[in-house]
T-cell receptor
Framework: GENVEQHPSTLSVQEGDSAVIKCTYSDSASNYFPWYKQELGKGPQLIIDIRSNVGEKKDQRIAVTLNKTAKHFSLHITETQPEDSAVYFC?????????????FGAGTRLAVHP | NAGVTQTPKFRVLKTGQSMTLLCAQD?????MYWYRQDPGMGLRLIHYSVGEGTTAKGEVPDGYNVSRLKKQNFLLGLESAAPSQTSVYFCASNQPGEDTQYFGPGTRLTVL
């Protein structure tokens, strides 16, 4: 079946360092790849997304890259700050039954130490 | 705009009890979803709705029922709760053609 694998499950960095989270997906029909940030006690919030016709997208300190041939995509956070500490989820999506079916990775717990 | 809200925030049930989780959105979204989040497993879709009066099964529907009597509300019911349903439940919504889903703050449910 469809699945998304996400690595690493935990990531610890020093403030100012970069953090990279990687995901691979199995459904070649997937065409939309969002990244969500979940802070403690809150619901997931979209931080960046990329569509299959684009290889890279950047928003300030956050960037996402997509390799459709290899079916993997990555989240890059530069100049990390303590407020970046959270659980990050990747997802892959395609249209199914009239809606965008999201398949989530298992999540990465990022800790940024001052 | 409050966005997506969920009631209650926390709940403890005994095995066999029933309860209903309420999701409300004020963004006039057509599509609504219920997910469960378990450690190490990400979010999995339980049921979804593409409009008022319609519902459909997701990836893990067993043991749950849903209703969408009003466009702004999506209810998730547990008729006879089991310990395996201990989880954090999230509701989400979006519009047709919109890729992004907007999530509520979650309900933490414990079944003893």
């Amino acid at each position: 079946g469809e699945n998304v694998e996400q690595h690493p499950s935990t990531l610890s960095v020093q403030e100012g360092d970069s953090a990279v989270i990687k995901c691979t997906y199995s459904d070649s029909a997937s065409n939309y790849f969002p990244w969500y940030k979940q802070e403690l006690g809150k619901g997931p919030q979209l931080i960046i997304d990329i569509r299959s016709n684009v290889g890279e997208k950047k928003d300030q300190r956050i960037a996402v890259t997509l390799n459709k041939t290899a079916k993997h995509f990555s989240l890059h956070i530069t100049e990390t700050q303590p407020e970046d500490s959270a659980v990050y989820f990747c997802a892959a999506s395609r249209i199914s039954g009239g809606y965008n079916k999201l398949i989530f990775g298992a999540g990465t717990r990022l800790a940024v130490h001052p | 705009n409050a966005g997506v809200t969920q009631t209650p925030k926390f709940r403890v049930l005994k095995t066999g009890q029933s309860m209903t989780l309420l999701c409300a959105q004020d963004m006039n979204h057509e599509y609504m979803y219920w997910y469960r989040q378990d450690p190490g497993m990400g979010l999995r879709l339980i049921h979804y709705s593409v409009g008022e009066g319609t519902t459909a099964k997701g990836e893990v529907p067993d043991g749950y029922n849903v209703s969408r009597l009003k466009k702004q509300n999506f209810l998730l019911g547990l008729e006879s709760a089991a310990p395996s349903q201990t989880s954090v439940y999230f509701c989400a919504s979006n519009q047709p053609g919109e890729d992004t889903q907007y999530f509520g703050p979650g309900t933490r449910l414990t079944v003893l």
